[in-house]
């Protein structure tokens, strides 16, 4: 994993901590945050790949990569593979 990859989930936990803070602490935090945790899905989703749900999940690295698969994952093969699970 690059020093890279590491700082920009230190700097996502950052922003999630202060959004958090925002949320329980401001009549209207929810609403104003809306957005900040929206960029901070498609940022987690950028480093950790599609199936990352932070900051929905409680990830404490938001790191994906050592969470174990959901369940089996439907993948299309094309049209002579069709469906599988894997």
Known sequence: MSLDTKGQRARML????????????SAAGAQLMRGTRYELAVQATDVNGDRCLFPACNCTQADCSRQPPAGPQLSWCGPRGGWKMR
């Open 14 to 25: 950052r922003l999630l901590a202060v959004v958090e803070h925002y949320e329980r602490n």
